[in-house]
């Protein structure tokens, strides 16, 4: 006991104890190294009463739909079958203007998260286990829940992650932020981003220490007639990632250089 809870606070000049150690780190969790030290003293156990459901048994003995699928169940579900789900959800009688308001609001958040490609996550994803570019595509969704404006949002590289072809639905959600009346400050290499860009600025002219400099500030349209810019010379075709520089010579082609 003496070990784990001490004898009173640092402040007191007392031994303070593992757990009041912990408590301290804890409040340092925003930086990374903490955070990694913490998941080795750390670990994730089922919880033997509600299974990982996270609610009291009670809650868990309500039912909805045809299905009749508990809270938990539904929290399973993929976001896509989710939205599938409510969307077809018919309460009856029950329904009143607070209920239809809330699945307004439920099939909105849904809707949103399929939008942005992320139809294939749970409800009860913990969000440890999640990608920095997950990240930033739910809170996009929190944003257009909200109805912000007024609001400068930045963003890097929101497109981590993201399968090629659920790219043009990111670039209408942060096309729907703008025409609110909000600003989008993007980081970004994906060329269906930088192409749908009101302005872009290019830096450079290498990658890391050999950048620092600004190439171009403009529209696609200048961008794509500057000589200088290396983003330039991939978003006219004259150069390739390595990937599709490596298919094209197994063609018998022959990239631009």
């Known amino acids: 006991a003496w070990v784990m809870e001490g004898e009173g606070s640092w402040d007191d000049g007392q031994w303070y104890g593992?757990?009041?150690?912990?408590?301290?780190l804890e409040g340092r969790s925003y930086r990374m190294h903490i955070r990694v030290l913490l998941s080795r003293y750390r670990s994730y156990r089922e919880c033997p009463?509600?299974?990982?459901?996270?609610?009291?048994?009670?809650?868990?003995?309500?039912?909805?739909?045809?299905?009749?699928?508990?809270?938990?169940?539904?929290?399973?579900?993929?976001?896509?079958?989710?939205?599938?789900y409510?969307?077809?959800?018919?309460?009856?009688?029950s329904l009143d203007e607070a209920t239809e308001l809330l699945l307004g609001e439920i099939n909105s958040r849904?809707?949103?998260?399929?939008?942005?490609?992320?139809?294939?996550?749970?409800?009860?994803?913990?969000?440890?286990?999640?990608?920095?570019?997950?990240?930033?595509?739910?809170?996009?969704?929190?944003?257009?829940?909200t109805?912000?404006?007024?609001?400068?949002?930045v963003l890097d590289e929101p497109s981590i992650g993201l399968h090629p072809r659920d790219i043009n639905r990111l670039v209408g959600v942060l096309e729907r932020l703008k025409e609110a009346g909000n600003t989008l400050l993007v980081v970004e290499h994906d060329p269906e981003v930088i192409n749908a860009a009101d302005s872009i600025i290019d830096m450079g002219p290498g990658a890391g220490a050999h950048g620092g400099e600004v190439i171009y500030s403009g529209d696609r349209g200048g961008?794509?007639?500057s000589g200088r810019s290396l983003t330039a010379k991939y978003l006219r075709g004259e150069k390739l990632v390595a990937a599709a520089e490596r298919r094209t010579e197994a063609t018998g082609a022959h990239a631009a250089d």
């Open 110 to 145: 849904l809707r949103y998260l399929v939008e942005v490609g992320l139809e294939y996550l749970t409800l009860d994803r913990q969000s440890r286990t999640l990608s920095g570019g997950e990240v930033q595509r739910i809170n996009l969704t929190t944003a257009l829940g």
């Open 147 to 153: 109805s912000l404006v007024n609001t400068l949002f």
């Open 86 to 93: 409510f969307a077809g959800l018919e309460l009856g009688d």
């Open 223 to 225: 961008l794509l007639a």
């Open 49 to 84: 009463t509600c299974h990982g459901a996270r609610l009291k048994s009670e809650a868990l003995l309500w039912k909805l739909g045809r299905e009749r699928l508990s809270i938990h169940d539904v929290m399973l579900l993929p976001i896509g079958a989710c939205a599938r």
């Open 18 to 24: 593992i757990r009041r150690f912990f408590d301290w």
